[in-house]
């Protein structure tokens, strides 16, 4: 049976979880601080983390499981619905994240999702682009794209994330490094490479928007 790790310093929010989980056929492990849940992530399939814990934040957590190469599915629980916020947490690990108050009929819902994508092979799909993460590939009406190494880490990055914005810096963070010494031009000028490529026009973008004042986002994706 598929288990499910809840951490949440709020007993309220555990019984929630538990009872709604429990009823949808998940064995649920529960712990209410960051400490005595880091030795319980070994042991389950998906993991569900309040942002702040005592002891060790669920942010913390993430990217420590991340580090260790574990590979479970982490959803957080955040009061943060800030979109610098989210993003930050998408880069230290987690994989999607529901901000307070939820319903525990979302919270079922996604970790139902994230369960289903953990169990394929990375393969995303958006119209007639084809999106294979994990392979490192992507065919577009069924002919293979031609892209550079940096090209596809943004293709792939934004659509394992499709609808939200990403800011230049953001992008330069994940994709070239935090110590990149360039300036945020050479976002723009690799986004007018992928874009051409994909056929996309600034007019009519099939895949990849310019949000105006912020940065760039995917418009549409679905797992295949």
Known sequence: MTQVLIVDD??????????????????????EDGLSAWPLLTQVDVAVLDWMLPGRSGLD??????????????????????????????????DDYVVKPFSPREVTARIRVLLRRAGIQNILSAGELLIDVRGREARLSGERLDLTK????????????????????????????????????VVDVHMTALRRKLGDTMDTPRFIETVRGVGYRFKEVADE
């Not at 309220?12 to 712990?31: M, N």
């Open 10 to 31: 709020d007993p309220a929010i555990l019984e929630v979880l538990r009872a709604y989980l429990g009823a949808a056929g998940y064995t649920v492990l529960d712990a």
């Open 61 to 94: 957590l993430a990217r420590a499981a991340r580090a260790a190469g574990l590979t479970l599915p982490i959803l957080m629980l955040t009061g943060r619905g800030e979109e610098a916020d989210k993003l930050h947490g998408l880069d230290s690990g987690m």
């Open 150 to 185: 940096l090209e596809f880490e943004l293709l792939a990055t934004m659509a394992q994330h499709a609808g939200l914005a990403w800011t230049r810096t953001r992008l330069l963070e994940r994709i070239w490094g935090l110590d990149f010494p360039g300036t945020e031009r």
